[in-house]
């Protein structure tokens, strides 16, 4: 069974012993864990909106459904669950059977004046699927789970049909059969769907090449209240701008992506890793760099600093990057080659032989540890970005530096600032931190606010996007709409207005209609 | 010297003799060449407009350059200029000499209601350069050529800041200090711009990988008539719909590029290249096929059908898959693999060494050629899409059927219709066919146009792009239309009138305003 209030399957969530292990590892928190919130504590207000007969057998005002598509998976998301604070949990969700449904529901709520939400696994860390307030007679939240068919399979090709609201293990599931893979693993592959990381430009697990799911994409359809939109099946074309692109990364406020034609690869039949030790991050930083321009595509190049590589159990103090291959013929040479790059910066091969498992393990432990932490009234959150090789080693920098004065300033103590870069390009890196420290009890929220709020300060002076791939949503509104280009924007809003004229569409998302 | 009304430059054009021995290849063609058509027999209108004079230092009015601005360099372009037909000739040509330059241009032409069309190196096949009519009260020919310079360069993330109007020889020479390349080398390299190039989403010479510009940029610097749009340099992003991606393959009707970050690569130090024989085109296909999908990323991976081949000196009545790799490390084991993996289907060693370069030599003399070829009133003239491998076969023959039909019934004659594979990719591949047949001299360009029409037709109605690297013009708007979402068609119109509300940028391209 699915949390509704905190990260993946209830039955994996840490128990409460261990909750409070954790707990002691930080100076001056609470004893024991704040409760596993309860739905029928909650004290939701009835819904304030009804659809019409016609749509009522795919609709529900189903308390525990409700209180579920409050939130995404963030951090704050988290803590305000705990406390049992929904601030506007969706008046009715929806699970539409097929795209005719869809279609009804945006034309009545178009007519009646009602947000829609679209709503894929739910696993949004940016607040994207929660309603903040608006003109709106009341939300809808449109959860895609029942569209999650593989339609079609075109093996000559290596693309498939999919529809988007298909999660990770049964869109594998339901390729498997053919010997292909869509290899796109994102840290939430469980619980996120195909329609989500479109509409995120969600980041895969693979380091380099094919980063975003925005290069898997052969064509898109998306049901918008002005129509339908479907391109054509192209594995290339230069026919003026790309419809998909203005599509990915619009995060709902665009349309309701429903299918896609998806690029796929063959199962990797090859696999080889190992580990990089570097006593300094500037060494590590330079050989991944190196790694990253020798042109050969490693499926893992992921850099740990020394903090982030032994939170995961895979260092000994040092920074570590972790390289990895994978392929339909044999890989060794290939990780040969990337690690004499990288153990030319001084680096030190690793004597663990399974540092890339431990750090695989622990990170997807991560989000589960981070609900806990939180029972604690820790502070436990991540966030990412991107920028050149010239500007990265300064940005870490400057990220490390003003985060633990913040989190000394906020939380009164010192607090764990640690750095991965998940991504890896020839012209630049995206850096991911993690920030846990000691919070105070009913402060944990605002307190997080305030951190975040330093940070992205920080990754908007240093010119470093706001998210690498976790989104805009709506926790990164204020600095996206510095970071994106203003004439830019005139154009996303002129494209709002004119596919979404009655602003129903995922209100407060990248950009302001009108 | 430049050509005014042909391809490349003057000294290079084909002399008269070698025209007549070209024109006796084909049936029924009159025994000598129109004449070179000559600027002093022109007949231009005066210039409908004239500029303030803050702007007239910039600014021309003189014949040759008003000719020489009026089209791109289709056939049909060299067919109008050799019987002396511009139908409408800009009234001036203005060489800003700065950014600031463009802004006072396009401000004044929005007040005086004049169309701009945005001028790189003129190199445009698909009618993108020139004005077909409107209301407008003149047209200003906006050439960006002199804004040819590489700012800044950051060799550690192996980047450059350079400005929209430098010519790819000059650009490469500029990067050629550092060591570094954009190594995007499309066949009119010499007489194209980086800024053509990113309007026109062009297509480099490399077959895989990175195809077209677009993977290349890391940021765009736009002039609209609404202000300055520029991104953020950033090596990956998720952060809401890619800014960029709106500006890529705007042709010129969103705004004017000035600048891109773009990203470069190391010189190859290493390069290798082979050429497979095949009996069977479809062989040839599957062959091609498999290295697209092995993950070797050759640089060269064309495929010349038998005609092809024999036309450009490669073949010897067989398909030929010419491949090579080039890198900064040895690359004759990928080449080996490559190779094995297309030999396997009944492929054969091609016994001459040089089949790559008697191609390339070709391919390069080839605009040349098709100019004489005009000159004895043959229609010659290429055209290229891309589609699905499951697709691709059907399509190629299907092509081929109808253009030959078309031709036959259109010139009473056979002609010669050739296939060759420019691109691929792991799930299909960028047909670009030749076609050469006898026109009536007088009647070339009816004829042209009506092959042309019957081509597009097939190409849409197999559902492969109108173009995958020619861009859209003013010539493909038609099957354009079709074969975009109207959905994106709706955006695309509101984000144009959003941008150039006035309606003078490159008016008749991608998308008609309100």
Chains 1, 2 share one sequence.
Not at 121 to 142: F, W
Request: glycine share 10%.
């Amino acid at each position: 069974m699915r949390s509704w209030w905190g990260w993946g399957h209830v039955a994996e969530a840490v128990p409460d012993q261990e909750c409070v292990q954790l707990g002691a590892l930080l100076p001056g928190l609470p004893g024991q864990p704040l409760p596993v919130p309860r739905i029928e504590d909650l004290g939701l207000p009835p819904s304030a909106i009804a659809v019409p007969a016609s749509l009522d057998a795919i609709c529900t005002t189903d308390k525990a459904e409700r209180a579920s598509h409050t939130y995404g998976k963030a951090y704050r998301d988290t803590v305000r669950a705990l406390y049992g604070r929904l601030d506007r949990s969706p008046d009715i969700v929806a699970y539409p059977q097929n795209e005719g449904d869809v279609v009804r529901l945006l034309d009545w709520a178009g007519d009646a004046h009602v947000a829609v939400v679209p709503y894929g696994g739910g696993s949004s860390v940016v607040g994207g699927v929660e309603y903040r307030g608006g003109d709106h007679t009341g939300v809808l939240s449109l959860d895609l789970s029942k569209l999650d068919s593989v339609i079609e399979v075109d093996p000559v090709s290596r693309a498939a049909r999919v529809q988007a609201g298909v999660f990770g293990p049964a869109l594998e599931d339901q390729l498997k059969p053919y010997g292909l893979t869509l290899r796109h693993f994102p840290q939430s592959f469980e619980f996120s769907t195909l329609g989500g990381w479109l509409a995120t430009r969600a980041g895969g697990h693979y380091a380099t090449l094919y980063t975003h799911i925005d290069d898997l994409v052969e064509s898109l359809r998306v049901i918008t209240p002005v129509g339908v939109s479907e391109s054509w099946r192209l594995p290339g074309s230069g026919a003026g701008p790309s419809p998909d692109r203005l599509f990915l990364g619009s995060e709902g406020a665009l349309g309701v992506i429903t299918e896609a034609w998806v690029r796929l690869q063959n199962r990797p039949t090859h696999k080889a890793s190992t580990a990089i030790l570097f006593s300094d991050f500037a060494d590590a930083v330079a050989a991944t760099k190196a790694v990253a321009q020798s042109g050969l595509h490693p499926s893992n190049c992921r850099l740990l600093d020394a903090g982030e590589a032994q939170l995961s159990g895979a260092g000994d103090g040092a920074n570590v990057l972790l390289l990895g291959f994978e392929g339909t013929a044999p890989v060794s040479a290939l990780l040969e080659q990337a690690a004499e790059l990288a153990l030319a910066h001084r680096g030190r091969r690793h004597d663990r032989e399974n540092a890339t498992e431990s750090w695989r393990s622990s990170f997807l432990r991560m989000p589960y540890i981070r609900d806990a932490l939180a029972r604690m009234s820790a502070i436990a959150e991540t966030f990412e970005t991107a920028t050149t090789w010239n500007a990265v080693g300064d940005l870490v920098e400057a990220v490390r530096t003003e985060a633990k004065a913040a989190v000394q300033e906020i939380c009164g103590a010192p607090g764990m600032v640690n750095c991965r870069f998940t991504h890896v390009y020839p012209d630049g890196a995206a850096p991911y931190f993690t920030v846990i420290a000691p919070g105070r009890r009913g402060s944990e929220l605002s307190m997080w606010d305030e951190i975040k709020a330093a940070v992205s300060e920080v990754l908007n002076r240093h010119g470093a996007t706001i998210t690498h791939h976790h989104a805009v949503g709506r926790d990164h509104r204020p600095w996206y709409d510095r970071q994106r280009p203003d004439v830019f924007a005139t154009a996303l809003r002129a494209a709002k207005n004119a596919l979404d004229p009655r602003n129903i569409l995922n209100p407060g998302v990248l950009v302001t209609p009108r």
